[in-house]
C-alpha cells in the first residue's frame, strides 16, 4: 500500500511516510460494516513509532506526527502542512 502511493503523507503530502491511516477513521469503518484493512481505506503517513515527518516544522521540539495531529478527523483537520523547504527559489 504504502509503494502504491510512494510514501507520499496524505496528510502533509511529504516523503518518507511509513505508517498507515484509515481513512475513513477505522471507528468508523467498523462502524459502517466495512473491512478496516481494505488497500481501498489505507493511506500512508508520518506518525507512532516510525517517527515524524522530516520536513514539518516541530511542534513542541518534537517531530510533526501527523497521523496522531489528525487523530479520527478527516485529514483537513490536521495543521495545514508546511511549505516544503528547498535550497534554492525556483
Known sequence: MLK???GICHI???P??????HTPSRKDLVRM???PNN?????????GRTGG????????GR?????QRKGTGP????QPPAPLITSRRW
Do not use: F, K, T
Request: positive net charge; glycine residues 8%.
Open 4 to 6: 502504491d502511493h510512494r
Open 12 to 14: 502533509c503530502g511529504h
Open 16 to 21: 518518507e511516510a511509513a505508517q498507515v491511516d
Open 33 to 35: 460494516g466495512l473491512d
Open 39 to 47: 488497500p481501498r481505506y489505507l493511506r500512508p503517513a508520518h506518525g
Open 53 to 60: 515527518c522530516p520536513y514539518c516544522p516541530p511542534i513542541n
Open 63 to 67: 517531530p510533526r506526527r501527523c497521523n
Open 75 to 78: 485529514a483537513a483537520a490536521a
